[in-house]
């Protein structure tokens, strides 16, 4: 499903009324947008996101960190899949290709879903480990490149500005929200491509907090919590909702994931085993926004 602008009903891009989909005048213009860092939606979301904090004795007694992620996950695919974030930023990127910066790059999987049309990439992350496996997948597709070493917006200096900025699954990190998008918004001479979880990713265990810590979680934040903070800014985005392909489950690594964010040791891993076989496939319900100046 797609809405166009759905917080102001703008159909000035809207190619059944004669517009051009991503394409506002000034494509070399640097977007600019206002950032209202203490609005109502910016305060609910981190409202959400504080409320679902691990508590900090369980966080204490974690063998690992839960908030990490295994680089080997990571790693990008040979061949990208079609996917309507793909098609947003090849399209804001044009036939002439351009700059892109992807930030929480990860493996790189955003940004290389765009060879040929990606001329040079910056892979913006925290994690060391993540951005050798960036490095890696870039130097093994002869893709000209860059690595910033940071967490966004505080490593705005160090990345610059690029045709079109990428974010992919680092919204649910991400207390401030507010400037976190404006600062995307500032970086892109183009446009911005968003892609996260229609619902916060860590519910899918909510009912394994229950079972091993007797928690209950309150309700997940979910991408239109991320649109309320999007239209605070002032940006009117295309957003596509759609559907992830049923990927083979891969249990041994779902295991290894849930016993990191559930903070447990892995003496416990045949009872966590256990708790996973029972619960559904994880989430796959994904919204991609993106937007112009
Ligand atoms: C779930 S992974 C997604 C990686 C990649 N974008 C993808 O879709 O495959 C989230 C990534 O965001 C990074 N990250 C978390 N907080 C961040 C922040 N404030 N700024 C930049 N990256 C961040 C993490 O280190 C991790 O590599």
Redesign the pocket.
Known sequence: MTTRCGWAGDRSQDPAAGGELHRAAGRRGHLQHPNLPTSRAATRWRELLEARAIPAEIRAAAPQDP???D?AR?V?PATPKDTPSRRAALQLLGPAGGTVL?????????GLALVPKVTRLTG????AD?LRVFERACIERGVPHRSVH??????VPEAGVADVV?????GY??PDLGP?VAALSAAARCGVVV?LHAVH?GAWLDPLWAHFHGLRRPPPATADDVLAVVAEGGICPEVQRWTRPAAPRHPEAEVDFSLRRLCLPAERRNEVAEAVAGLGPRHRDLVTISWTG
């Open positions: 908030s990490q992620h680089p990571f990008p992807d930030v929480g790059c990860g493996g790189g999987a955003a913006l992350d925290p994690s993540m940071g967490s966004w917006p505080d490593a990428l974010c992919h699954h680092v990190n991400t976190f892609e990713p």
